[in-house]
């Protein structure tokens, strides 16, 4: 191994501890706050441009190489929160070591699904699938005689 922490090592914690509070303490700019659970973080910036969201998004990657942090480009997500259409020209463009993040219309946060709109008809059905799913096992085992 030549740099990391073995997962599940008793160090592993405290090590992830130091990090993460540098990280969740760092003077973020003025309206962009980071949140974490676990090893997951979420970017919440809000401003009134595209250009200001793609400066402001640019610099935290590059915070997080600082710390020697990978974030794979495969499980970085992003979504644009507001009206339908907040940037008239285009949407904005999110890099990461020069790969394009994608812009989702909906993101699962623990569980949670976010629509742009907060509607939240999409983890309504969600719920009510997963709900259905579950009653179909339980309707499977006949109950129990009773005697």
Known sequence: MSRGCPQGSKLAPFLWNLIANSILTYPWECNTHLQAYADDFLFLINVPSRKLLEVRY???PMQFDDWVLETPVSKTTAMVFGKPRPFTNRNPVFKLRNNSIKIFPTLNHLGVIFDQR????THVRNLKSKCIKHLAVIYR???????
Do not use: I, L, R, V
């Open 58 to 60: 640019s610099d935290a």
């Open 118 to 121: 907060f509607f939240w008809m």
């Open 141 to 147: 085992f006949p109950p129990k005689k009773q005697e």
